[in-house]
């Protein structure tokens, strides 16, 4: 099978393997794991923030954020196709009684306009504004890159109001790749972000948290509470610290392996790619073969690919390390015959 479905589903490395093995442990929760803490000071650095915290995955990296940020009854703004909004099981409502405000991005970016209108006035109706969320790159967008400054804007307009920002920066090394920038560049616009350590990183499991250290001390709490207080976590974290310092260079590669399956798929009359490709996810809408999405992914199954419905008649494609060039040509000729 050739799985296009995700960059959760690549599998860790040898050295991230061996990494656990031999990773020195002790209890995290009594905060003493040396590897845990190697990582967090490391992600602590390379994010650009003075704390960060290991976390199990990023949706509840991206809830611990939340009720760390706010209080039951607040509004957070966040965009329409953001996952926290539209992945996370209502979760932000369901644990920090929270109530959403999306904005309708444009490739998954939100005007400075609209973020700055939906700010809620001192007024005894309303819920106070509590949040702003960002997401990037983002996921439903494309793998699609928000600006620096877009993301600076927003943050003027936050500061202004003294509201707090969180980014969702799940693929946030992707972006910071598109970008050629470091990820700090990105960082400094933002009070706190999330990065997945398991998607085109590698790493098995995990994500990390960065912010203040006032927040990471009230989020290490909310982690324990979502009964993610972990013992012998180094186990996880040693892959972890692979996945921050040796697998990012990389992603280049799967931005370029995303772009020569969108290049492929271009030619065909049969199907019809509809995000611009600037990481390494390819969004294609097959309506014009009169199947759902779901129907369409089946048969590709059968024809030994995997990806993901992404929509009625949206299908998604994401490249990532454990795909080979060879795998993505076999993945546009199969669909060449497919829809043509
Ligand atoms: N995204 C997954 C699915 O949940 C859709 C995927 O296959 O892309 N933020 C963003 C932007 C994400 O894309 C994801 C995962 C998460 C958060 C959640 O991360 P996990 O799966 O570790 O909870």
């Not at 490739?107 to 007024?123: C, K, L, Q, W």
């Not at 990481?279 to 129907?295: G, P, Y």
Request: charged letters at 25%.
């Amino acid at each position: 099978m050739i799985d296009l479905r995700s960059d959760t589903v690549t599998k860790p490395t040898e050295d991230m393997r061996r990494a656990s093995y031999e990773a020195e442990v002790g209890d995290d929760v009594y905060g003493e794991d040396p590897t845990v803490l190697k990582l967090e000071e490391k992600a602590a650095e390379i994010l650009g923030k003075e704390a960060a915290l290991f976390v199990t995955s990023g949706t509840q990296g991206n809830q611990v954020a939340v009720l760390t940020h706010c209080q039951s009854g607040n509004e957070v703004i966040l965009e329409a196709e953001s996952h926290l909004f539209y992945y996370e099981g209502a979760a932000i409502s369901a644990f920090a009684g929270v109530q959403p405000r999306t904005i309708i991005g444009k490739r998954g970016t939100m005007s400075v306009e609209d973020v700055e209108a939906a700010i809620r006035p001192d007024d005894v109706h309303m819920p106070e504004t509590g949040l702003i969320c960002l997401e990037n790159t983002h996921n439903r967008a494309g793998g699609a890159v928000v600006g620096l400054d877009n993301m600076k804007a927003i943050a003027d307009v936050a500061n202004r109001h003294h509201i707090p920002t969180h980014l969702d920066g799940a693929r946030l090394f992707n972006a910071a790749v598109a970008l050629q920038v470091r990820v700090s560049d990105i960082t400094k616009y933002v009070t706190t972000v999330q990065v997945c350590l398991s998607k085109g990183l590698g790493a098995p499991v995990g994500s990390i948290l960065a912010g203040d250290k006032t927040f990471i001390e009230k989020a290490r709490k909310w982690r324990k509470r979502l009964g993610g207080g972990l013992r012998q976590a180094g186990i996880i974290a040693a892959p972890g610290l692979i996945a921050l310092t040796s697998m990012t260079e990389r992603l280049v590669e799967d931005h370029k392996k995303a772009s020569i399956l969108a290049e492929g798929f271009a030619n065909f009359s049969g199907l019809e790619v509809v995000n611009n490709v600037e990481t390494n996810i390819v969004i294609v809408d097959v309506k014009k073969q009169n199947k759902t999405s779901q129907q369409f992914v089946e048969e590709l199954k059968q024809q030994g690919i995997l990806a993901v419905p992404f929509g009625p008649s949206l299908v998604r494609f994401t490249t990532h390390y454990d795909v080979t060039n060879e795998d993505i040509d076999k993945t546009i000729s199969t669909i060449h015959k497919m829809v043509n």
